[in-house]
């Protein structure tokens, strides 16, 4: 079992619209979630991270982390053509932190 | 958010030749640096972890005599592609960790470097 699980997609949809992007983790004892946004060709870019169980706001994005199930996902909200991307998410796991683990990533398509 | 550079951006060889690439954290000090690498359309594969004042630890399949790194102070880990050829051709991204302690742990990304063996 992998550690940390993405749907590959591709996701579509459509501009003004809202993304779910949906991201499962194996360890428990997992301290901190990421979400990083890939474009064709470039390195990853953080958008935001969680720690805590709930949601959490930056702008379009919202972050939310369910640790009793296991999941953290991200919603982009107002959809735009620019975040036609891949979507990494990364667990930190351990106590001090040590090991990341990335996603394969979900490729979005924002269609105008 | 930190900011971490990547030297060069771009470089083609011929095979053979050994090719060497600096990652630096430009506004923090990273005790661990990670080099990945990145075929078109696949995902980031990790290929070590880069601790600052000790020996890299390499992911299973990644020759250590291949990929030489050093990571010689708290802004700077270098990764050197030995007899580099075809086949080594790919996206190398580093990555440095910037520890604030307790939950603030991120990982940022250098911008990469292409790496074309003829």
């Known amino acids: 079992q992998k550690e940390v699980e993405q749907n590959s997609g591709p996701l579509s949809v459509p501009e003004g619209a809202i993304a779910s992007l949906n991201c499962t983790y194996s360890d428990r004892g997992s301290q901190s979630f990421f979400w990083y946004r890939q474009y064709s060709g470039k390195s990853p870019e953080l958008i935001m991270f969680i720690y805590s169980n709930g949601d959490k706001e930056d702008g379009r994005f919202t972050a939310q982390l369910n640790k009793a199930s296991q999941y953290v996902s991200l919603l982009i909200r107002d959809s735009q053509p620019s975040d036609s991307a891949t979507y990494l998410c990364?667990?930190?796991?351990?106590?001090?932190?040590?090991?990341?683990?990335f996603g394969t990533g979900t490729s979005l398509t924002v269609i105008p | 958010g930190a900011v971490v550079s990547q030297h060069p951006s771009r470089v083609i060889c011929k095979s053979g030749t050994s090719v060497k690439i600096e990652c630096r954290s430009l506004?923090?000090?990273?005790?661990?640096m990670f080099w990945y690498r990145q075929f078109p359309k696949q995902s980031l594969m990790l290929m070590a972890t880069s601790n600052e004042g000790s020996k890299a630890t390499y992911e299973q399949g990644v020759e250590k005599d291949k990929f030489l790194i050093n990571h010689a102070s708290l802004t700077l880990s270098t990764l050197t592609v030995t007899s580099a050829h075809p086949e080594d051709s790919s996206f190398y991204i580093c990555?440095?960790?910037?520890w604030g302690g307790g939950s603030s742990d991120t990982q940022y990304f250098g911008p990469g470097t292409r790496l074309t063996v003829l």
């Open positions: 990364a667990v930190n796991i351990g106590v001090n932190g040590n090991q990341f683990y």
């Open positions: 506004d923090f000090q990273a005790t661990t």
């Open positions: 990555s440095a960790r910037d």
